[in-house]
């Protein structure tokens, strides 16, 4: 069974930056990754994916602001920039259902790495 492990939330002041990182720990094959928030009352939103080609999607309330890269063939990070007080929120990765050889992965969310972000 995939595992995902966050890291690299904590609290900033505004204008501030902070890198997430999530690692997937079996790595049956390469996943498609994406980064998801979710603040206190509200849904879960999309923040940023890289699938396995390397392409990469952004939330446009993130866009020019956060970074996403692929580490290795399973680790990502996000490199969020200019912070504001909008993006407190749980932060979530996710790899998307695939199948690797013989072996079904399912979708997969990590247990999320707090970021709060102070004006």
């Known amino acids: 069974q995939e595992r995902l492990v966050e890291s690299g939330g904590g609290s900033v002041q505004a204008g501030g930056s902070l890198r997430l990182s999530c690692a997937a720990s079996?790595?049956?094959?390469?996943?498609?990754m994406s980064w998801f928030r979710q603040a206190p009352g509200k849904e879960r939103e999309f923040v940023s994916r890289v699938d396995r080609d390397g392409r990469i999607e952004y939330a446009d309330s993130v866009n020019d602001r956060f970074t996403i890269s692929r580490y290795n063939t399973n680790t990502i990070r996000l490199q969020m920039n200019s912070l504001k007080s909008e993006d407190t929120a749980m932060y979530f990765c996710?790899?998307?259902?695939?199948?690797?050889?013989?072996?079904?992965?399912?979708?997969?969310w990590g247990q999320g790495t707090q970021v709060t972000v102070s004006s």
């Open positions: 079996r790595n049956y094959c390469t996943y498609d």
């Open positions: 996710k790899i998307d259902e695939r199948r690797c050889g013989t072996w079904r992965v399912p979708t997969t």
